[in-house]
């Protein structure tokens, strides 16, 4: 489905919703749905293939204190970024869950970009075999943040 840009969050937002009515959300929910959308929802004018980049996915996770309600806290992130080809700051579409640091002591930061793997289930496959999702996975989460920003 090709949408505008700036229905991206609203579309994340119902389908995270959708999905929460029929089960908790885990490490697992968080990557499964951040694919199925990615592949499902395509950005006119951005997702067209041409220049990989203009559209990939981010895995992080870490400990840290934003100054924000959460404090210090764990939280595992797969951001959706687009570029738009007549811009040079990148659009980030953040969906992150948020749990207790205690449990993630020895847990060290780390990120990896989609486009760094032969396809989406190899970056899958290594995003599920990370020390931080494993972690999580024993663990449930405080909340979840869902926010689109440009960079």
């Known amino acids: 489905m090709i949408i505008n840009l700036n229905e991206i969050e609203n579309k994340y937002s119902d389908a995270i919703q959708s999905a929460l009515a029929n089960t908790s959300l885990t490490p697992s929910l968080l990557v499964d749905l951040s694919v199925d959308l990615y592949k499902k929802h395509k950005i ?90 494993k972690t999580a996975m024993k663990n449930i989460p405080l909340t979840y943040k869902l926010w689109f920003s440009q960079c």
């Open 44 to 133: 006119d004018g951005i997702s067209d293939g041409a220049f990989k980049a203009n559209d990939m996915l981010l895995y992080q996770y870490g400990v840290y204190d934003w100054g924000d309600e959460n404090g210090r806290h764990f939280e595992i992130d797969i951001t959706r970024q687009f570029m738009k080809p007549s811009e040079y700051e990148p659009y980030q579409l953040h969906f992150v869950l948020v749990f207790p640091p205690e449990p993630f002591e020895g847990v060290g930061a780390y990120e990896t970009w989609g486009d760094m793997y032969d396809n989406i289930d190899s970056f899958v496959s290594h995003i599920k075999s990370t020390n931080g999702f």
